[in-house]
């Protein structure tokens, strides 16, 4: 045994020791061959998949590189010993929107059975040899593209997973593969992933602080906490009934989101699937379009009055803990006119997302601790009552701004329905021109050059607040106009997540180079230009049909600090894992995989997948690895990492570990 193969040994050793979380694997395969008449039979090819995964259907779904890639099925029949029946039938599922790609997809869970037909020719002499090519998605990644070939045997009807023979010179092409990394033993290359719901619970929390700035709830507050310091025996009585009125309108809230959860309970995607209807979604339009038109003033939306008067009647005759409970409903369903639009936009952010009906209770609770909260701090400090501004005619003012809001809601909306039908009615810069216009229409009404049905009399002198968020509102409007160019500047920070992606754009899109990068595409000639300029390296694993890949680029690495650190401090090599150009033959080998099986190395993006397995213990995109000429990590790897603010951190990071050790 000679020292490359023991070199090898000593590598493979070490990828067998990795844990299974670090290489995916989420589809396995079973093949069978059943007889349907004497000469006719039935490829039998059955994927059973990991929960979270999607496998795609054999169609392709927008162009080339937008959607999944399809999974393909092809047939050895040499000699000739039998033919195939029609194409590779596959379940027939509905197309559905993908979030992940932002297309209309076939995509299976769970299991999918592919049948091929074929009608025996040469019963002693078949041959059949199955090669299944395929890639797979989660919520947030893609793995690279697979191939597995299966030989069937006619007499038994079971197929056997070919294992490709593991030569010396497999070995030697497998050890060039891998790279001498230092600095192993104190970075992590686990993939971390957490779900933080704070934000939406302070996005809740905001929109309630704005709820109670609204003519139906703002008077409420001073009335409501007199009452109860007044009707209670004591001072400290009336002071827990208000803390306990206000932890109802909390309950209240929450209790609101319960549905959600017995519906993801009962199908965890059915609340992808209210989000990405075509109907619901025109519907949520034309409602936030009624809640604007109300809140500028035309007419009124509110719950019938029998509601509230049966509410507020079982609150006066029931008393006690469970009157003040009542009491609390009543205030939730008089102030739905004021609320309901906010709570809206609260349902539609929280459906269409991945957070489903978790992120909704966040919200939710944050929403109803910000409604709940005056109520139990003018309790326990009811002199602040007299600090309160007095009811007028600047909580219609909210209404109307709040209308605007609503207008540019209601277009999200739209765009969900123009992208799952692909109408192409709101492209992102018509898009972005809708909100810049309801940006100008807030300035131009708080200055007072338009007017509203409910508005009182025109004063020669703007409130101090007017000026301010009129100003604000003009201010964001300037910050929107970069959004209508074809330019770096395109990409909005603050709106990112809301417009439609990047390359549904009015304008002809280049999706080969990321943002005008300079990119090597291959990672030595990538480590020789950072030896030559003395820089450090950037590996950014990634591939053509990987949409969190172009997510990163668009939204994080547009950014102005980020871009200008990549392209200025580091030598980026992009490695895409689903190239399927062909090797050289030369280059072209066997690999012994950590999981158990082999692979045939047999195109760029076969290379370059095994090399990101072979030396990171990783097989998902994206994924980026800061190091020196001298293969010295510069800090952990890290994965999607949509916060620009922590993805400059790492950059800087690496940055500063590369000048210290030079």
Same mark, same amino acid.
């Given at each position: 045994?000679?020292?490359?193969?023991?070199?090898?040994?000593?590598?493979?050793?070490?990828?067998?020791?990795?844990?299974?979380?670090?290489?995916?694997?989420?589809?396995?395969?079973?093949?069978?061959?059943?007889?349907?008449?004497?000469?006719?039979?039935?490829?039998?090819?059955?994927?059973?998949?990991?929960?979270?995964?999607?496998?795609?259907?054999?169609?392709?779904?927008?162009?080339?590189?937008?959607?999944?890639?399809?999974?393909?099925?092809?047939?050895?029949?040499?000699?000739?010993?039998?033919?195939?029946?029609?194409?590779?039938?596959?379940?027939?599922?509905?197309?559905?929107?993908?979030?992940?790609?932002?297309?209309?997809?076939?995509?299976?869970?769970?299991?999918?059975?592919?049948?091929?037909?074929?009608?025996?020719?040469?019963?002693?002499?078949?041959?059949?040899?199955?090669?299944?090519?395929?890639?797979?998605?989660?919520?947030?990644?893609?793995?690279?593209?697979?191939?597995?070939?299966?030989?069937?045997?006619?007499?038994?009807?079971?197929?056997?997973?070919?294992?490709?023979?593991?030569?010396?010179?497999?070995?030697?092409?497998?050890?060039?593969?891998?790279?001498?990394?230092?600095?192993?033993?104190?970075?992590?290359?686990?993939?971390?992933?957490?779900?933080?719901?704070?934000?939406?619970?302070?996005?809740?929390?905001?929109?309630?602080?704005?709820?109670?700035?609204?003519?139906?709830?703002?008077?409420?507050?001073?009335?409501?906490?007199?009452?109860?310091?007044?009707?209670?025996?004591?001072?400290?009585?009336?002071?827990?009934?208000?803390?306990?009125?206000?932890?109802?309108?909390?309950?209240?809230?929450?209790?609101?989101?319960?549905?959600?959860?017995?519906?993801?309970?009962?199908?965890?995607?059915?609340?992808?699937?209210?989000?990405?209807?075509?109907?619901?979604?025109?519907?949520?339009?034309?409602?936030?379009?009624?809640?604007?038109?109300?809140?500028?003033?035309?007419?009124?939306?509110?719950?019938?009055?029998?509601?509230?008067?049966?509410?507020?009647?079982?609150?006066?005759?029931?008393?006690?803990?469970?009157?003040?409970?009542?009491?609390?409903?009543?205030?939730?369903?008089?102030?739905?006119?004021?609320?309901?639009?906010?709570?809206?936009?609260?349902?539609?952010?929280?459906?269409?997302?991945?957070?489903?009906?978790?992120?909704?209770?966040?919200?939710?609770?944050?929403?109803?601790?910000?409604?709940?909260?005056?109520?139990?701090?003018?309790?326990?400090?009811?002199?602040?009552?007299?600090?309160?501004?007095?009811?007028?005619? $600047?909580?219609?003012?909210?209404?109307?701004?709040?209308?605007?809001?609503?207008?540019?809601?209601?277009?999200?909306?739209?765009?969900?329905?123009?992208?799952?039908?692909?109408?192409?009615?709101?492209?992102?810069?018509?898009?972005?021109?809708? $909100?810049?216009?309801?940006?100008?229409?807030?300035?131009?009404?708080?200055?007072?050059?338009?007017?509203?049905?409910?508005?009182?009399?025109?004063?020669?002198?703007?409130?101090?607040?007017?000026?301010?968020?009129?100003?604000?509102?003009?201010?964001?409007?300037?910050?929107?106009?970069?959004?209508?160019?074809?330019?770096?500047?395109?990409?909005?920070?603050?709106?990112?997540?809301?417009?439609?992606?990047?390359?549904?754009?009015?304008?002809?899109?280049?999706?080969?180079?990321?943002?005008?990068?300079?990119?090597?595409?291959?990672?030595?000639?990538?480590?020789?230009?950072?030896?030559?300029?003395?820089?450090?390296?950037?590996?950014?694993?990634?591939?053509?049909?990987?949409?969190?890949?172009?997510?990163?680029?668009?939204?994080?690495?547009?950014?102005?600090?980020?871009?200008?650190?990549?392209?200025?401090?580091?030598?980026?090599?992009?490695?895409?894992?689903?190239?399927?150009?062909?090797?050289?033959?030369?280059?072209?080998?066997?690999?012994?995989?950590?999981?158990?099986?082999?692979?045939?190395?047999?195109?760029?993006?076969?290379?370059?997948?095994?090399?990101?397995?072979?030396?990171?213990?990783?097989?998902?995109?994206?994924?980026?690895?800061?190091?020196?000429?001298?293969?010295?990590?510069?800090?952990?790897?890290?994965?999607?990492?949509?916060?620009?603010?922590?993805?400059?951190?790492?950059?800087?990071?690496?940055?500063?570990?590369?000048?210290?050790?030079?």
């Amino acid at each position: 045994m000679n020292r490359i193969f023991l070199t090898a040994l000593v590598i493979f050793s070490g990828l067998f020791c990795v844990q299974a979380q670090d290489f995916l694997d989420p589809v396995s395969w079973e093949v069978t061959l059943q007889q349907e008449e004497d000469d006719t039979y039935n490829i039998i090819m059955q994927a059973t998949i990991d929960e979270g995964w999607h496998l795609y259907s054999q169609k392709q779904f927008g162009e080339e590189f937008e959607g999944p890639i399809p999974t393909e099925f092809s047939y050895n029949n040499s000699p000739k010993t039998f033919s195939l029946i029609g194409p590779t039938q596959e379940p027939d599922v509905p197309p559905i929107y993908d979030q992940v790609f932002e297309l209309d997809v076939v995509y299976f869970e769970d299991k999918a059975v592919f049948i091929q037909p074929i009608k025996v020719i040469d019963p002693d002499g078949l041959s059949v040899e199955v090669e299944i090519f395929y890639s797979v998605c989660d919520d947030v990644k893609c793995l690279a593209p697979e191939t597995k070939t299966f030989s069937v045997d006619l007499a038994t009807g079971t197929a056997k997973f070919n294992k490709a023979e593991i030569t010396e010179a497999d070995l030697e092409k497998t050890a060039a593969l891998s790279v001498p990394l230092k600095g192993l033993e104190k970075y992590d290359l686990e993939e971390n992933k957490e779900k933080d719901y704070l934000t939406i619970f302070l996005l809740g929390f905001i929109g309630g602080l704005i709820a109670l700035l609204t003519p139906c709830v703002f008077p409420m507050i001073p009335l409501t906490v007199s009452f109860f310091t007044k009707s209670g025996r004591s001072r400290k009585q009336g002071v827990m009934n208000a803390v306990l009125y206000g932890f109802f309108i909390f309950l209240i809230y929450i209790l609101l989101s319960l549905p959600f959860h017995l519906l993801d309970t009962v199908d965890p995607e059915i609340l992808n699937n209210i989000s990405t209807n075509t109907y619901l979604n025109i519907l949520f339009f034309l409602v936030f379009i009624a809640f604007a038109i109300s809140f500028f003033g035309y007419f009124e939306i509110t719950l019938p009055n029998s509601w509230s008067s049966a509410m507020d009647n079982k609150a006066t005759s029931i008393g006690g803990v469970l009157g003040i409970f009542f009491m609390a409903l009543t205030l939730a369903i008089v102030s739905f006119s004021c609320t309901g639009p906010i709570l809206g936009s609260l349902l539609g952010g929280s459906l269409t997302s991945d957070g489903g009906a978790m992120q909704l209770s966040m919200g939710m609770g944050g929403f109803g601790l910000a409604l709940a909260f005056p109520f139990a701090l003018f309790a326990l400090f009811p002199n602040w009552l007299t600090n309160l501004p007095k009811s007028g005619g $600047w909580l219609n003012t909210v209404k109307v701004v709040l209308g605007f809001a609503e207008v540019a809601l209601a277009f999200k909306f739209l765009s969900n329905a123009d992208l799952v039908e692909h109408w192409g009615l709101l492209k992102r810069e018509i898009f972005i021109a809708v $909100w810049a216009l309801c940006a100008l229409g807030i300035g131009l009404y708080l200055f007072g050059f338009i007017r509203f049905p409910h508005d009182g009399p025109k004063t020669k002198r703007k409130p101090f607040g007017n000026i301010v968020i009129g100003g604000l509102s003009i201010l964001f409007m300037l910050y929107l106009l970069p959004g209508l160019t074809n330019t770096k500047y395109a990409n909005l920070k603050l709106l990112s997540g809301f417009p439609p992606p990047l390359f549904y754009s009015v304008y002809d899109k280049d999706t080969e180079a990321p943002l005008g990068l300079d990119a090597y595409k291959d990672f030595e000639e990538g480590v020789a230009a950072a030896r030559e300029a003395g820089k450090p390296i950037m590996i950014d694993f990634t591939g053509w049909a990987c949409v969190n890949c172009r997510k990163m680029e668009e939204q994080v690495w547009s950014q102005e600090e980020i871009f200008k650190v990549i392209s200025e401090e580091y030598i980026l090599i992009s490695l895409y894992v689903d190239d399927r150009k062909d090797l050289p033959e030369e280059d072209k080998f066997n690999y012994l995989k950590p999981s158990g099986g082999t692979k045939e190395i047999r195109t760029i993006g076969d290379k370059w997948a095994t090399f990101q397995t072979v030396n990171f213990k990783n097989n998902s995109q994206p994924y980026y690895v800061l190091m020196d000429a001298d293969f010295n990590l510069l800090n952990s790897p890290i994965a999607y990492t949509p916060d620009g603010e922590e993805y400059l951190e790492w950059l800087m990071e690496g940055l500063e570990n590369f000048k210290n050790k030079n």
